[in-house]
């Protein structure tokens, strides 16, 4: 199975949403660079090494779904009990989950390259929740 770059960083940035980061701070975090960050995220400019050093020093995410799109986003079943996710609204979750949820569906359909209408919908729909987050 090929990993595709720009959904692992699509994937990379729904987690910084997650938990609320901008690429500086996912750079200090993971001890590198925003720029290394950034490239990441763009999808170009960085080898395996790289990406495997930043999703190293984040404990909490799944780096077979960042790579792969494939499992949770974090590694154990239920996320993790720190002061972020303590004062999630309740609904937040949920709206995280669905929207997992799409970005597995959008990388099936993506994937199959079966109907452009169907991958704007569910982009459409990726904005509209994180907008509510």
């Known amino acids: 199975m090929a990993a595709n770059l720009e959904q692992i960083g699509t994937r990379l940035?729904?987690?910084?949403?997650?938990k609320g980061m901008d690429i500086f701070a996912l750079g200090e975090f993971t001890n590198t660079s925003a720029?290394?960050?950034?490239?990441?995220?763009?999808?170009?400019?960085?080898?395996?090494?790289?990406?495997?050093?930043?999703?190293?020093?984040i404990p909490e995410l799944?780096?077979?779904?960042?790579?792969?799109?494939?499992?949770?986003?974090?590694?154990?079943e239920t996320t993790p009990a720190d002061?972020?996710?303590?004062?999630?609204?309740?609904?937040?979750?949920k709206h995280l989950q669905e929207m997992q949820q799409l970005l597995e569906t959008l990388d099936a359909i993506e994937k199959s390259k079966e109907n452009k209408s169907q991958i704007d919908n569910l982009k459409a729909r990726i904005t509209e929740?994180?907008?509510k987050l």
């Not at 940035?13 to 997650?18: H, T």
């Not at 799944?62 to 154990?76: L, M, Q, R, T």
């Open 35 to 57: 720029i290394l960050i950034s490239n990441i995220i763009a999808g170009k400019n960085y080898c395996m090494d790289d990406l495997l050093s930043v999703l190293n020093n």
């Open 62 to 76: 799944n780096p077979h779904w960042v790579i792969y799109g494939e499992g949770n986003i974090f590694k154990s």
């Open 83 to 93: 002061t972020d996710t303590a004062t999630m609204q309740k609904n937040r979750l």
């Open 129 to 131: 929740l994180t907008r």
């Open 13 to 18: 940035r729904f987690f910084m949403k997650i």
